[in-house]
């Protein structure tokens, strides 16, 4: 008789590490140790954000150069993955001033903001983002704060006309945290609307004041994901030529207007391009957060005993929803950080250098899938299943995941939020959408639905999601169409179909998802094995509608998935499983501060 492995193989651990080195990764433990993942108590909030901002520093100063980390993709995913782990408000700050605000400095500044760029690096002064405007929704398509050229001066004017464009949300509020921040604004020049650019603006200094024209408005406490919110307007903020992270583009000695880039649209979609090393960063941090959920599941699972009547004193192991939440939520992060790996693998033509890069120009909700549509779409799957899995983390773990440890909460605060930030999740589902239908750039896989005789084999699983996705696409395609052939609008066409244009792109994420989990399982460390079909089977019972559906699964599907999850989840030792994901000190079970276990 063989007996399970109790304990984690090399390939497991070297699957859930990554490819980093070993001695990268011990730098940027120490960068972020596990010590920040303790809050001393009776802090107050703004307290507790100046030691947020206190401990950026100190680990934007142990960890590797920002140019380096912002170069090189899996280093920088490696020390936000354990912001997120020890502190989701960390995390956020972390990434907006790597990725948000230096990023453009570096990637579109040409070398011309040296002092700004140097307060930066030296986190002098932490970077913030002023791009989503308060009032209107999809502000991000044409933002009405204006950067007006002066000639005379070669100098520019910055305004957010009214409340509605003022800059919402930014973490500005905290009065003695100084700020440099990237901002977005329309390009105009003697009334003409020159596109979208990115502008280094200082809005706050180090003794609290800030600079004349900025008006910054705290929004009240929350605690999703604390840090200082705030609204920022600008009155008539003046900035020099400099300020501008032109990327090419010039106003030459007359005043006259060059841009390499072309056209507004095409602008606008080049100034987004920092895009993706936000979305990577939220894939591996949700991928990360979520490998802390499922261990913290299975800290406090292990050794639980019921009272339940029917078999008092069994353990809550052994009883199947909670054996199946267990192996679910550890399926879920093995499956999120696959792609967390395949994502961090991956450049995009949006990072390549020059404006000769420029990518399709807008899409219909958002700009975000112009800049990389595959890539945008994984950021939206991740964040939707980290958010469930954290969930179901947090609901599986009683009372002490909710009263004992503020960690999931914190992390559902951070999955929850980034399903809005880094780009909604609804706009870029329904740019793919329209992307699908209009066969830009797409072509559909193979309407064949497999067999479902052997739902463990890996083939079977994107073939499934492929069919349906193939069904939906046409589908929507013709309906569309025949709106449009009929006289509707695109408006009234599109919006009559955006529940199945919904279903259409998230069944396109689930096999490319689907077909990362296939790869895991064909290449992947064995003793992940059954982790790959539990996330299979959980899929098929999620999508169990949409599959019943479009007709490529028939009556009796949940009947079958459910047996199958079930006896997977009896035969599987989950220890060596949880104990690969290498939880950091203070996340054992969360009642065991009273129970001392
Ligand atoms: C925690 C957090 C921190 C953030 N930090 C920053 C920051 O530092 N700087 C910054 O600039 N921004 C920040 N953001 C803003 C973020 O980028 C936006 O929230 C996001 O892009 C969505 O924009 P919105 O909030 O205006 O929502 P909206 O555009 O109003 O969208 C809300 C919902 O309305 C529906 N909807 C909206 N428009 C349409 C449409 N045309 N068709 C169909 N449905 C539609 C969708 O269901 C969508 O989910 C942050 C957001 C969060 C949640």
């Given at each position: 008789m063989t007996h399970p492995p109790t304990s984690p193989s090399p390939e497991l651990l070297r699957f859930v590490r990554g490819d980093l080195p070993?001695?990268?990764r011990a730098r940027l433990a120490?960068?972020?140790?596990?010590?920040?993942?303790?809050?001393?108590?009776?802090?107050?909030?703004?307290?507790?954000?100046?030691?947020?901002?206190?401990?950026?520093?100190?680990?934007?100063?142990?960890?590797?150069?920002?140019?380096e980390l912002l170069d090189d993709p899996a280093l920088l995913?490696?020390?936000?993955e354990r912001a997120a782990v020890a502190d989701p408000a960390l995390f956020h700050v972390m990434l907006l001033h790597y990725t948000l605000a230096l990023g453009p400095i570096l990637r579109f500044g040409g070398g011309q903001q040296g002092a700004a760029r140097a307060r930066l690096e030296a986190f002098e002064d932490v970077g913030t983002l002023l791009m989503t405007e308060a009032g209107r929704s999809n502000s991000h398509l044409a933002p009405r704060t204006t950067a007006v050229f002066d000639a005379a001066a070669r100098a520019f004017v910055l305004s957010t006309p009214d409340a509605r464009a003022a800059k919402f949300p930014t973490n500005t509020a905290h009065p003695g945290v100084a700020k440099t921040a990237a901002v977005y604004a329309t390009l105009v020049e003697g009334g003409r609307e020159r596109g979208v650019f990115v502008f280094v603006v200082p809005v706050r200094a180090a003794d609290g004041s800030v600079p004349d024209g900025v008006r910054i408005v705290a929004a009240p406490e929350t605690g999703g994901l604390p840090v200082d919110y705030a609204a920022v307007r600008l009155e008539g903020v003046r900035v020099p030529y400099e300020a501008w992270l032109r990327d090419g583009a010039s106003f030459d000695d007359e005043g006259a207007f060059h841009d390499?880039?072309?056209?507004?649209?095409?602008?606008?979609?080049?100034?987004?391009?920092?895009?993706?090393?936000?979305?990577?960063?939220?894939?591996?941090?949700?991928?990360?957060?979520?490998?802390?959920?499922?261990?913290?599941l299975a800290a406090h699972t292990s050794g639980r005993v019921t009272l339940g009547r029917l078999a008092p004193s069994a353990p809550l192991a052994g009883y199947r929803n909670q054996g199946e939440a267990v192996l679910g939520s550890l399926a879920s992060a093995y499956t999120l950080t696959a792609v967390a790996a395949h994502v961090k693998a991956r450049r995009t033509s949006a990072e390549a250098p020059g404006p000769a890069a420029v990518a399709a120009a807008g899409g219909a909700w958002a700009p975000w899938s112009a800049v990389d549509r595959d890539l945008a779409l994984l950021k939206a799957a991740v964040t939707a299943a980290a958010q469930e899995t954290v969930t179901r983390c947090r609901l599986h773990s009683g009372a002490p995941g909710f009263a004992a440890t503020d960690r999931l909460n914190?992390?559902?605060g951070l999955t929850h939020a980034y399903m809005s930030a880094?780009?909604?999740?609804?706009?870029?589902?329904f740019d793919t959408a329209r992307a699908m239908a209009a066969r830009d750039r797409y072509v559909p896989p193979p309407d064949v639905p497999p067999s479902l005789e052997d739902l463990a084999d890996p083939q079977v699983w994107p073939a499934l999601a492929g069919a349906v996705e193939a069904r939906l696409a046409a589908k929507l395609a013709a309906r569309v169409e025949g709106a449009q052939a009929g006289g509707a609008s695109a408006f009234a066409a599109w919006n009559a179909e955006l529940a199945p244009a919904r279903a259409a792109a998230t069944a396109l994420a689930d096999r490319t998802v689907l077909e990362i989990v296939a790869a895991a399982a064909a290449d992947g460390p064995a003793q992940a094995a059954p982790l790959w079909r539990m996330a299979a089977l959980d899929w098929m019972a999620r999508r169990a509608g949409v599959l019943l559906n479009e007709g490529v699964a028939g009556p009796g599907l949940l009947d079958r998935v459910w047996a199958a999850r079930r006896d997977l989840a009896g035969e599987v030792a989950v220890e060596p499983l949880a104990a690969?994901?290498?939880?950091?000190?203070?996340?054992?079970?969360?009642?065991?501060?009273?129970?001392g276990e």
């Open positions: 070993a001695k990268d120490e960068a972020v140790p596990d010590a920040f993942g303790q809050v001393p108590a009776g802090l107050n909030a703004r307290d507790r954000q100046a030691l947020t901002y206190e401990r950026l520093r100190a680990a934007g100063r142990a960890a590797p150069p920002a140019a995913c490696g020390l936000l390499p880039v072309g056209d507004p649209a095409a602008r606008l979609t080049r100034s987004m391009a920092i895009g993706p090393a936000v979305w990577r960063a939220v894939v591996a941090a949700s991928a990360a957060v979520t490998r802390a959920s499922a261990s913290l914190a992390y559902r880094g780009g909604d999740n609804d706009l870029i589902l690969a994901l290498e939880p950091p000190s203070g996340l054992g079970a969360p009642a065991a501060f009273v129970t």
